[in-house]
C-alpha cells in the first residue's frame, strides 16, 4: 500500500504590512501557512526579513565586540544605519533610547530630526521605536510621525497606555503600528481590538515581546508559536498580523553575550533561529556577523 | 440547579467586620435578601477563622438561623471551625469543603460522617490540581472511594472540579473546557454523585462590569451538562432568571453557540449577541481578552 502524507490546509491568512515606500519598501507577513510547514497546502508569499538596530546617542554599556563592527560610524545615526545598509540588512531599526527619561531625556523634537535624516538617508524602510516609556514615546512619536510623514514607516512601541494619542498620529501620518503587549496574548489581542477600533488592521505588526535564550525565551516562543496558530488555524481576525521580535538588543543584554564574541553571536543567533521557527516575521539583531550566519543557516537548510 | 448564596464572603470587608463586632444585622439583612432572592443554601465563607473559632462560628450560624430556614453550607478550611458550625446547624448542613489532600481527609471527611452532612469533595490531591478531564476524574474517584469507605455514600457527596479565570493568559480558556468536560461525563463514572462549582471565580481578574455575564453564560453551558448546583450570588437577578428557565431564548442561543452553530449576529438584539459572544469565549472558539464584546 503506498503512504500518503496527510496535508493540511489552513483557513486564516496573516495580512500583509508594508513597510515604507517605492524602492524603499518590503513587505512582511501575507502567509497562510504555519511557519516552515513546507509540507502543508499554504505559502508564505514573504520570507522572514531581518533588521539590523541602530540607537540615537553613542552606546555606553554595549559590549566592545558588538562596538567593534561599527566604531568608525557609532556616533553618527545617519552613518551607522548606512554601514547595517552594507552589511546586508533589509531594514534598519532606529531605537530613540535617548529620549527615556532615565537616560538623558532628550526632546522629541530632536529624536524627529534624527528619525526624518536617517529616514531620508537609508535606501531601505526604516522601523522607529521609542524608548518604551509609555508617556515619553506619547510626545516623542507623534513627532517622529510628523516629521516622516508620508514614508509609510513602522513605528512604536505602541501600548496600551498611549495607544489612543499615538495610534492617532501615526493614522495622520500614513505610518504602520507596532502593537507592543508584554508577553500575554489576551492582552495582545485586546490592544489589538481597541487600536483596531480607529486604526486600520492591515497597518498593524505585533510586537509580542522578545525575551533571549535563557532569559525566557521560552515564553516568546509559545507565544509567538500560539498567536500564529490561533491567527492561521482559528481565523481569529485580531492575531492574524505579522510579528516583530524585537530581540537583539535583549541578547546582548545577557551576561554570556558580554563575554565572549563567540558567545554572543550565538546567543543572538540560536534567539533568532527559534524565533523564527515560532513565526516572526521580521527580526531585529544588533551584530551584522550574528546577520551572516543566520542568513547562511536559511540558505543551506 | 441548586444555588448556594455566596454572598456572606469574609473578603468582603462589611461582612468581616460585621463578625468581628458581632453585628446581626449586616449578617441577617444579606441572608434574607439571600432567601428572598431564591437561593437554596446559604454560604458562610468565614476564612481560617483563627481566633476565637468555635464561639464566632456558633455565634454566626445562629445569626443567619434567626434570620432564614435555609440550610447552611459551611465554608472554611479550618475543622475546629468546620465542626463548631455543622454542629449549630439546625437543618442538615453542607460542608464546604473537602479534598483529596492527606488531611483533609483525615480531617474534613470524618467531621461529614459525624454530623450527618452533604460534603463538597474538589478534585485536588496531594500531588495538586489535577490539570485535564482524564486526572480529574482519576482523582475525584480516589477520593470519592475513600469517602465510601468511610460510610459516606455518594449522593451525600459534591464533587467540585475547581473553575479557574478564564482570563488566565494562555490556559484559562482550555480549564473552562475541561470543567465543562468533566461535568458532562461525571454521572457516567460516578452515579448518583452530586456536584458542585465556585462559580463566579470563571470570571477573576476580569473587569468587574463584566463579569456577570461571564458567570451566567457560563452557568447556563454548565447546566446544560448536568451541573447540580453552584456557588454564586442570587442577588443577580438576570442569573436567577436565566438558570430558572425564565429566559428560554437566550438559553436555547447559548446552547447552539455551544453546539458551534454560525449565528447571524445581525439578526439579534445587542443583549443576544453579548451572550453569544460570551459562549465562544467560554467554549474557547475565540480567543479571551477584555475586550471580548467588542470585537
Known sequence: MEYEPPVEAYSGVVREVTIGKGKKSLKIGGENILPFHFFDQGSNPNPAKFALEIIDMEPQDWAQHLVEPFKDVIADPVKW?????????????????????AVKDSSADGAADIAKKVAEAI?????????????????????????CDGMNLLIGPVQKENYEVVGKTLLDHGHNASALSPLDINLLKELNVKLCKFFPAEKIVIDPESAALGYGMEYSFSLMERVKQIGIITKDNMTMMPIIADLGAECWKT???????????????????????????????????????????IETR | MVIIGENIHVIAQAISTAIKERDAKVIQDLAKAETKAGANYIDLNVG???????????????????????????????????E???????????????????????????????YNSDVVISVITDKGMPPDVDSKIESIMDTVTYANELGIPNEDIWVDPIILPVSTAGEGQRFAVVCLEFINILQDVLPEIKSTVGLSNVSNGVPDDLRPLLNRTYAVMLDRNGLYSAIADPLDEEFMNLIQGKMPEIVELIYRTMDGEDIDLSSLSPKEVEYVKTAKVLTGENLYSDAWLES
Open chain 2, 84 to 114: 463548631a458550625g455543622l454542629k449549630a446547624c439546625k437543618k442538615r448542613p453542607l460542608l464546604n469543603s473537602a479534598s483529596g489532600k492527606s488531611l483533609s481527609k483525615e480531617q474534613m471527611l470524618p467531621l461529614a460522617k459525624k
Open chain 1, 255 to 297: 551576561k554570556q553575550a558580554k563575554e565572549s564574541k563567540e558567545q554572543g553571536l550565538l546567543w543572538e543567533g540560536i534567539t533568532v533561529l527559534s524565533l523564527l521557527l515560532a513565526g516572526a516575521n521580521i527580526l531585529v539583531l544588533r551584530h551584522p556577523e550574528t546577520l551572516k550566519l543566520v542568513k547562511e543557516t
Open chain 1, 81 to 101: 544605519a548606512k554601514k547595517c545598509e552594507e552589511f546586508g540588512a533589509d531594514a534598519v531599526f532606529l531605537r530613540l533610547v535617548s529620549t527615556d527619561p
Open chain 2, 48 to 82: 481560617p477563622m483563627k481566633k476565637d473559632t468555635e464561639e464566632t462560628m456558633e455565634w454566626l450560624v445562629n445569626t443567619v438561623q434567626e434570620a432564614s430556614d435555609l440550610p447552611l453550607s459551611i465554608d472554611t478550611m479550618n475543622p475546629e471551625a468546620m
Open chain 1, 123 to 147: 535606501d531601505v524602510p526604516l522601523i522607529i521605536y521609542g524608548s518604551g516609556d509609555d508617556r515619553k514615546d506619547a510626545e516623542v512619536l507623534p513627532k517622529v510621525a510628523e516629521a
